[in-house]
């Protein structure tokens, strides 16, 4: 198992990532499935982003 560090930079990122999970994730009756899995989409985007600026990430390269 890799150790992961956390800079402050990749900890203020996962906080929006977290926040923007949430605000997206909301029960909301007009949404369509095809938009709720549309966002579930961009937030795997977002972590796959910071996975890819993490220090360990770097360190494999």
């Known amino acids: 198992m890799e150790k992961v560090i956390y800079s402050s930079e990749l900890k203020e990122q996962l906080q929006l990532v977290a926040k923007a999970t ?7 009756s007009c949404k369509s499935l095809e938009q709720f899995l549309a966002e ?13 600026k993490s220090p360990a990430a770097n360190d494999q390269r």
Request: proline residues 0%; aromatic residues 10%.
């Open 22 to 28: 949430q605000e997206l994730t909301k029960e909301d």
């Open 40 to 52: 579930i989409s961009f937030i795997q985007y977002l972590l796959d982003e910071l996975k890819e």
